[in-house]
T-cell receptor
């Protein structure tokens, strides 16, 4: 158990809808990262937050947004969903920045129909 | 952007065989990380390397930080069925960006 909790585990929704994925980092970790993994693909970095502030941005679509709250949990919002957004979405956390290894949750599997 | 070349893309091996995979880049990295992902789960950290030339073991796994700082390898000795999965390397570059390899899928032949 990595200590990173993601909910829900599975999400099925229709095109055009909006969903929110939630992540609770390991106790004491200040950084939260979001990654997207499409079927049999690698990990695509979306965005990083550190202690409530956006730290780095990857290949995140404008339809996607995220935030980190004062209690350090994070939410990833995906809107105007398309079939191609179907993927596993992982959250990871680390004590500070990327200089310390990331620990991943077990992901949220999003299926857009 | 920067890329890591991870090879091989996939490996079919017999149980008991040794396995070797590597990641290379044209750029220098300050840290190398190796992760394993089981189906439907998140990647799990196997080994972290912080110094050029560093050789670190974790059970049957051994990883090395290349002396040029542009590569790293992971070896698995005497593979067993639970070694099946996807292995990812990741490198921390001089801009403190974490760059990921595309993964090596390990499959054990029955």
């Amino acid at each position: 158990d990595s200590g990173v909790t993601q909910t829900p585990k599975h999400l099925i929704t229709a095109t055009g809808q909006r969903v929110t994925l939630r992540c609770s980092p390991r106790s004491g970790d200040l950084s939260v990262y979001w990654y997207q993994q499409s079927l049999d693909q690698g990990l695509q970095f979306l965005i990083q937050y550190y202690n409530g502030e956006e730290r780095a941005k990857g290949n995140i679509l404008e339809r996607f947004s995220a935030q980190q709250f004062p209690d350090l949990h994070s939410e990833l919002n995906l809107s105007s969903l398309e079939l191609g957004d179907s993927a596993l979405y992982f959250c990871a956390s680390s004590p500070e920045g990327v200089s310390s290894p990331l620990h991943f949750g077990n992901g949220t599997r999003l299926t857009v129909t | 952007g920067q890329q890591l070349n991870q090879s091989p893309q996939s490996m079919f091996i017999q149980e008991g065989e040794d396995v070797s995979m590597n990641c290379t880049s044209s750029s220098i990295f300050n840290t190398w990380l190796w992760y394993k992902q089981d189906p439907g789960e998140g990647p799990v950290l196997l080994i972290a390397l912080y110094k050029a030339g560093e050789l670190t073991s974790n059970g049957r796994l051994t990883a090395q930080f290349g002396i040029t700082r542009k590569d790293s390898f992971l070896n698995i000795s005497a593979s067993i069925p639970s070694d099946v999965g996807i292995y990812f390397c990741a490198g921390l570059d001089s801009n403190y960006q974490l760059i990921w390899g595309a993964g090596t899928k390990l499959i054990i032949k029955p």
